[in-house]
């Protein structure tokens, strides 16, 4: 505490960036089919006097809508001073700098954290992460040179 009473804040700050991940347009599409889907099952229901399925319909689609983002909102990659952090929706994992063992450009179609194909490759020595940061070359730049600095 300084002399006024304050709480003073410390000299250290830990370093983060954040990345938000790149989204492909189609990949959107493919998410929202479902739920569209069912409103427009559901429009039609509703014109042939089927009130009940219609409801149902939508139920359908606003729980697929809620399951969705539950999986894919926030989609977003923190590099710490010491560990890659990642998160889209409820999934999240750290990755320690010292167990990284290769960073490479990926265009994979294997599932992932990520909701684009420009993907990067992060490897440990037991398992590899796909992912997609909108700026995925000064990504790679600054995870590359956080790694070097933690070995």
Known sequence: MSEGGALETPAFSPRQSVYSSKVDWWIVVLL??????CVVLAA???????????????VIGAATLML??????PCRYTLLDDSLSIRCGVYFTRIP???????EPSRSWLSGPALSLQRIKVSTASRYYLISPADRDRFIE??????????
Not at 97 to 103: G, P, T, V, Y
């Open 32 to 37: 929202l089919a479902g739920p569209l889907a």
């Open 44 to 58: 039609m229901l509703m014109t042939q006097g089927k009130l009940q399925d219609a409801l149902t319909m939508l």
């Open 68 to 73: 969705t983002g539950l999986v894919t909102v």
């Open 97 to 103: 700098l010292d167990r990284i063992r290769a960073i």
């Open 142 to 151: 600054e995870l590359t040179a956080a790694v070097k600095r933690n070995r």
